[in-house]
């Protein structure tokens, strides 16, 4: 949760990495239409000059959803974006397309446990 909030804070923000300017380039061409049009396949690989950036630090889980739902109040208040250290310029939409498949990935390895707080059967 810390890793997709710092994703969402940095699109408002501006970005704290720089990818060098031909792996942009082909990330731009080639990429951005995927990442844009569905959820993202697990096992796709962080580029190392950005890890730094992203990866999280030891952070306890409550801190972790406070500062997610934080950070989607921020990105639903304000049409400020900046553009993608790797996918480039992007609107609003297009961003928040970008969030939701980024959040998709990380948040489809959640599984409900006696902690949850879900006692319910899923509807189906």
Same mark, same amino acid.
């Given at each position: 949760t810390w890793h997709l909030a710092?994703?969402?804070?940095q699109s408002i923000d501006g970005w704290n990495v720089t990818v060098n300017p031909v792996m942009r380039f082909f990330a731009s061409v080639f990429a951005k239409? /995927?990442?844009l049009a569905r959820a993202w396949p697990?096992?796709?690989?962080?580029?190392?000059?950005?890890q730094h950036a992203f990866l999280p630090p030891p952070t306890p889980d409550d801190e972790g959803v406070k500062a997610l739902r934080t950070a989607i109040d921020r990105l639903t208040s304000t049409d400020? /974006?900046?553009a993608s250290p790797l996918l480039g310029e992007m609107s609003v939409e297009q961003y928040d397309r970008f969030h939701r498949n980024h959040a998709a990935m990380h948040l489809s390895h959640l599984v409900p446990n006696e902690h949850s707080g879900n006692d319910q059967a899923p509807a189906g």
């Open positions: 710092t994703t969402i804070d239409k /995927r990442f697990s096992g796709i690989q962080m580029p190392k000059g950005m400020t /974006r900046h």
